[in-house]
């Protein structure tokens, strides 16, 4: 007898064991084969002219990479997903499939900032016209849609900063007016949030960070609506994009270890962020999920869970005693990306990098990523950091 597979209504932790793997298609192997591939060979010339096999050549889809997108777009509910080298990549061969030149975009002022830098480079020189809205503001949205605005871009919490925007709302909006919505769903990841259900049309991962989860690999996907898909599907093909065979079974491999690690993350960075809120040095605390943390109400709404990334800011103070605070970590790692097993921190400047609103934060900004390392030497790090800080602040 056949064993049944789960269904796509099945509990998250139970699909994240199973989706994208078919074992008795494999000689019964729990994990499917990795296909280093180029060429695919026909068995005769009419079988090449028609095209009348299911892999014709490895840049379009091979069983590895299937593999991924069967399994993303069963997380995410999607008909259909892509794969694309990076996150940013992903971004933008998704903006790429919804814009032509002559058309408006409508972009979150608290968006990841290489995203501005791509509409404001590449999409601008291509005749696309791109303006930022305050992440915040729902009358100010309304107000910015053109005749001519095709899509809106959301990233829910915003990068750095983490506002909540209210994605059911905004997407109501935009499909009034035919406009795609696009969402950066990267800290949240499938799991905690659901982009394509709550109205989002093309919703992207940076697979670099939670899928993957170690550090290791660049990636990023991207799960169409049933509206978008057909687009997706054709932009993603034409421009010629696809994903290493190794960094998607790394990529898979991750998957199945989504769940425990996303818990360990929220639970440890709740732990951590609690912990900075009762200090005296910490104006703000900007984590969702913190009972009382700006966005906290729409989180409680639409979100099922947390991740492991939030910002603080410090009590004012020079930029000396920033750097000695920063300087005396020894368990937090000084680098850029997340989503991996380890603790790092980065000293973003906000204010440099928007146009529709302001970063007025009296302190400096600090963005840690809370990795799975026992939350109570986190907490000592910090500890000594503060330390330093307050003997370069006296
Ligand atoms: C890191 C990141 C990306 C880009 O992913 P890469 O794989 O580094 O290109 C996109 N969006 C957000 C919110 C990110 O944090």
Same mark, same amino acid.
């Given at each position: 007898m056949t064993k049944k597979k789960p269904d796509t209504t099945t509990h998250p932790d139970t699909l994240l064991a199973h989706i994208g793997r078919h074992p008795q298609d494999n000689h019964g192997f729990v994990n499917p084969?990795? @296909?280093?591939?180029? *060429?695919?060979?026909?068995?005769? /010339?009419? *079988? %090449?002219?028609?095209?009348?096999?299911?892999?014709?050549?490895?840049?379009?889809?091979?069983?590895?990479? $299937?593999?991924?997108?069967? +399994?993303? =777009?069963?997380?995410?509910?999607?008909a259909g997903t892509r794969l694309a080298p990076s996150g940013l990549a992903a971004i933008a061969v998704a903006l790429q499939s919804c814009l032509s030149a002559g058309d408006h975009l409508l972009v979150a002022d608290s968006v990841y900032g290489p995203c501005r830098n791509f509409c404001n480079s590449v999409l601008n020189r291509f005749g696309v016209s791109v303006s930022y809205y305050d992440p915040l503001d729902l009358d100010a949205l309304e107000a910015a849609f053109r005749p001519e605005t095709r899509a809106v871009f959301t990233e829910a919490p915003g990068s750095l900063t983490f506002e %909540?925007? $209210? /994605?059911?709302?905004?997407?109501?909006?935009?499909?009034?007016?035919?406009?795609?919505?696009?969402?950066? #769903?990267?800290?949240?990841?499938?799991?905690?949030?659901?982009?394509?259900?709550?109205?989002?049309?093309?919703?992207i991962q940076a697979g670099t960070k939670y899928i993957v989860g170690h550090s290791d690999v660049m990636l990023g996907t991207v799960a169409a609506s049933e509206r978008a898909w057909k687009a997706l599907e054709k932009t993603h093909g034409d421009m010629g994009m696809c994903a290493g065979p190794d960094d998607i079974y790394l990529a898979l491999r991750g998957l199945r270890t989504m769940g425990v690690r996303l818990e360990r993350h929220m639970k440890n960075a709740l732990?951590?962020?609690?912990?900075?809120?009762?200090?005296?040095?910490?104006?703000?605390?900007?984590?969702?999920?913190?009972?009382? +943390?700006?966005?906290?109400?729409?989180?409680?709404?639409? !979100?099922?869970?947390? =991740?492991?990334?939030?910002?603080?800011?410090?009590?004012?103070?020079?930029?000396?005693?920033?750097?000695? !605070?920063? #300087?005396?970590?020894? @368990?937090?790692?000084?680098g850029y990306s997340w989503g991996g097993f380890e603790s790092l921190l980065?000293?973003?400047?906000?204010?440099?990098?928007? *146009?529709?609103?302001?970063?007025? +934060?009296?302190?400096?900004?600090?963005?840690?990523?809370?990795?799975?390392?026992?939350?109570?030497?986190? /907490? +000592?790090?910090?500890?000594?950091?503060?330390?330093?800080? #307050?003997?370069?602040? *006296?």
């Open positions: 084969p990795v @296909i280093h591939a180029s *060429t695919v060979l026909f068995p005769d /010339i009419e *079988t %090449m002219i028609e095209g009348g096999q299911r892999y014709t050549y490895a840049r379009r889809g091979t069983p590895t990479s $299937d593999a991924l997108e069967e +399994a993303v =777009s069963a997380l995410e509910g999607a %909540m925007q $209210d /994605i059911p709302a905004i997407a109501e909006m935009a499909h009034k007016r035919d406009a795609i919505v696009l969402n950066d #769903n990267t800290w949240a990841s499938p799991l905690y949030f659901k982009p394509i259900e709550h109205g989002v049309d093309l919703s732990e951590v962020a609690g912990w900075l809120s009762g200090r005296e040095e910490v104006a703000q605390v900007f984590y969702p999920a913190l009972p009382g +943390a700006p966005g906290h109400e729409i989180w409680k709404r639409d !979100f099922a869970g947390a =991740s492991g990334l939030f910002s603080v800011e410090l009590a004012p103070a020079s930029d000396d005693a920033v750097k000695a !605070f920063i #300087n005396a970590l020894e @368990i937090f790692g000084l980065t000293w973003p400047r906000p204010k440099a990098i928007r *146009t529709a609103t302001s970063w007025d +934060a009296a302190g400096p900004l600090l963005r840690l990523h809370i990795g799975l390392e026992d939350p109570a030497d986190l /907490i +000592a790090d910090l500890e000594g950091g503060f330390a330093a800080f #307050n003997a370069a602040r *006296t």
